[in-house]
């Protein structure tokens, strides 16, 4: 049986995975003088995981929060109208 949340304690009801990651670590964001210790003894999560999510936003934002699995690609890199389309294009506006 689980025991009732402390009403008073922080809430942390979310579905998503991402969603409940960043409020885990909000305050530390906020408060740059908390600790990683501190939130997680509030929150009952290990010391370690409110670290390593915390580093992992500072340097990749939001997509730091997602799963381990979760592979990020950089964009494609966009085709470019050839030359010929450009020139033939002008030279329609230019009549």
Known sequence: ??????PD?????FLDPMQYRYELIRPLLLFPDRTATQRA?????????????KRRFDQQG???LG????EVLPARRQLRVPDTVVHELQRL???
């Not at 304690?9 to 009801?13: A, D, T, Y």
Request: hydrophobic share 30%; aromatic share 0%; net charge negative.
């Open 1 to 6: 049986m689980l025991p009732h949340p402390d």
């Open 9 to 13: 304690g922080p809430q942390l009801l």
């Open 41 to 53: 003894q509030e929150t009952g999560t290990h010391p370690e995981t409110v670290g390593r999510l």
């Open 62 to 64: 939001m997509l730091g």
């Open 67 to 70: 799963p381990d699995t979760l």
């Open 93 to 95: 506006k230019g009549l």
